[in-house]
């Protein structure tokens, strides 16, 4: 079975930083792109970041861009997403989700194109 594990959300203050973990089982993990998402409490779902499990391109939206980081571990099937500088508006239900073939430099990182999601982490921000 196809899953993906997100890991490491929790209650931080303000300033604060996270290091949230998605890893990945029943695939092969080097054919996906793997993406983080976020929804805040009575908004949509927004794209974070995504990465290539081959080549580790990235891409990270412009309002995300300066304090979202994302990077893999192949080895661990695991890609990581690290928040420095936590916000309260930061404070969402993380989801990580598998596209295959996709890559982020070819086809953006859009949540209608992923084939598999998990089931999210929880990081709460306090100010």
């Known amino acids: 079975d196809v899953q993906l594990q997100a890991s490491g959300g929790g209650l931080v203050q303000a300033g604060g930083s996270l290091r949230l973990s998605c890893t990945a089982s029943g695939f092969r993990f080097d054919d996906y792109m793997i993406g983080w998402f976020r929804q805040a409490p009575g908004k949509e779902r927004e794209a974070v970041s995504c990465?290539?499990?081959?080549?580790?391109?990235?891409t990270t939206p412009d309002s995300m861009k300066g304090r979202f980081t994302i990077t893999k571990d192949n080895a661990k099937n695991t890609v990581y997403l690290r928040i420095n500088n936590l916000k309260p508006e930061d404070t969402a239900v993380y989801y990580c989700?598998?596209?295959?073939?996709?890559?982020?430099?070819?086809?953006?990182?859009?949540?209608?194109?992923?084939?598999?999601w998990g089931k999210g982490t929880l990081v709460t921000v306090n100010s």
């Open positions: 990465i290539s499990a081959s080549d580790g391109r990235s």
């Open positions: 989700a598998a596209d295959r073939f996709g890559h982020p430099l070819v086809g953006g990182c859009y949540e209608y194109d992923m084939d598999h």
